[in-house]
């Protein structure tokens, strides 16, 4: 946070008051800067992995790994709910039977009275 000087005839915001910010304790907020401190130094440290020059080695980021193996192994993960259902039969069911609806209408509609013969051309 960057330090905040009072003007010499004005008060502090309220806003800008460190025991103000969403009512926090300071106990709370010394974890955070914490965490991103300890955040920021992992960057810092796979930054300049990254850019040396002498590296030999493969440098693997384990963000990076994880989503890969996420999106290679979908199924272990995978939560059914209403969402997923649905779509699974909008994607996975109603697209086979599209063919058999047209096979229906072309040849059991009365436009087009071919009857039994019309599916004389599916050879099995």
């Not at 693997?60 to 290679?72: F, I, N, Q």
């Amino acid at each position: 946070m960057a330090d905040y000087r009072e003007a010499p005839l004005a008060t502090r915001p309220k806003t800008l008051d460190p025991n103000e910010y969403f009512n926090l304790s300071p106990d709370y907020r010394r974890a955070e800067e914490e965490r991103a401190a300890l955040r920021a130094n992992l960057k810092r440290q796979y930054q300049l992995q990254l850019n040396n020059p002498h590296r030999t080695e493969l440098i693997e980021d384990p963000a990076l790994t994880r989503w890969v193996y996420a999106r290679a192994n979908p199924y272990p993960h995978f939560r059914p709910t209403k969402k997923t259902s649905l779509l699974g039969v909008m994607f996975g069911v109603v697209p086979l039977f599209r063919p058999l609806c047209l096979l229906f209408a072309l040849c059991f509609t009365d436009k087009f009275n071919h009857g039994p013969k019309c599916l004389m051309f599916i050879r099995y």
